[in-house]
């Protein structure tokens, strides 16, 4: 009872052997906005001005103009703990204007720049989004997390056996991970707010892989109690388990598309993993061709029209990204694990063991952890 | 008929006990047997070595003629020892990325798991995990290989 027909595994089998690598194509939105920073007011006006263009122009987003012209006009008055800021169109119209009233100047400046993100792209900034991924600085094995541009990194798990393959909820509050502190690949739940913690999958055998799909509701895993590596979907307490795929194929690393309609997840059939995508609900499974012969940990992107996967080539590790619609695949770079960021332009990834967030548009790199041991399988949250 | 009773109530107890030490596969979601309570990195329960590593090809979960052969003595000292348990630890080498290399190293010891039943091993002595790449602490680096531990 195995995939749809054994034709279509053949041609991807076939197609595996070639390198197909194309451009990179993504919508024309992701292009620089120009930008005219307006003289800030108040008496942090000097300061928050400079953080907040420091943090535009960081993100690759933007070109930052003097004046006059076609440009957004960014301007705020910044005093006491606020910043309120405003977006104008190059027309005069207001966007928004808005207060930030948050515990530090770095937070308002954050969620400022989010906003005006937002307000130019339709999709808001991931400036305050968290990353969570594994590190052995400790010696093992630990989960940790950090803030998109690498810094507040805090230990999240002090088990003292190998913990793995962190998930963040979209909206960073809860985690789920695998842990071996009971001896065995078990998964586990943490409440960031509150730090507790319970072990929600000890089934029989290797449980591991869990991702949470984008409302929340749901968690995928791999499951190996009835006899051999399956997919799972269960509720976030880890009950409600229902059961996807029933082949000796090892599915590994599910990841959901962003309306939660579909998983995609690597499978071995031949010795050479590759990609399969499916209906979440469970049904029969779909070979999804990169032209590589070794693809495995998929990440689906918001806007569902990319999947960014590792290939193994000659024993090396590289990232590459599938359109959907065109079916062609470009090989981005070298590393491994990517994790799409919310707005769809960014990708995180880890490379000689540093946390890397590339600009897929840009075509620039930012190495954002290098000093924290090997780290590896990074979560961004939405 | 008091002691007839008795003896049917001493069988049903008997029974009782005996059918709690097994795992249960066809519950959903059943948890870990008790008895495997801890049998982690450090634990002394599990005996090492006495069985030689199995060995797998390169992404591969196929069991090979010759390794097959390494487990012949398995079945036997199963046979003469009843009471024992088998924990099989499946490893994965330096071949693909972390979450691959943990379901690549669980394949590997369910093909052996499942070698184990065909010859006369009993599913419920048996349990699997895998390290994936990670060397647990106590174990030499094994690569590409199930490593079957006895806990009596």
Redesign the interface.
Known sequence: MFYRSQFQILVAVLLAGQGLAAPLEMPGELRKARIEMLPFEGSLGATAQQKVQEELLASGDYMIRESGGDAYKVSAVASGGKIRGTVAAASGKVLFTETYDHLSLRINVLQFCDEIHGAIFGRPGIGLTQIAF?SDAPGN?EIFMCDADGSNVRQITRDR??C??PSLRSDALLLAF?S?V????DIYMIDLRTNARRRI??????N??AAFSPDGQRLAM?M??????ELYVTNPG??G?H?LTNS?W????PAWSPDGKQLVF?A?PT???QLFTMASTGGVPTPLATGYS?T??PTWSPDGQHIAA?V?IK?R?SIVITNLTTSQTHLLADG??PCWAADGRHLVYVHEGKLIVHHILQGTTRTVISNLGHL??PSWSR | MNRLALLLLGFTMLEMTTSCKFLHRHELMAGRNEMYSYLGPGSDQVERGKFPKIIFAEDSAMLEEGEKRKLAPVGKFMRENPSARLLLAGFAGEEGTDEYNRVLGEQRAQVVRKFLLESGVSDAVMQTLSYGLDIPEGLDHNERSVQIGIVR
């Open positions: 594994v094995k056996a190998t793995a393959s695998t071996y009971s001896g065995y690949p999958v000890n089934a029989p055998g290797t591991s892989g791999t190996s109690f009835a006899g051999s590596p880890g009950f388990g059961r000796p090892g599915e590994a690393s690597s071995n010795g050479r993993p070794h495995t940990e590792t193994k024993g590790k491994e694990d590896a399988q």
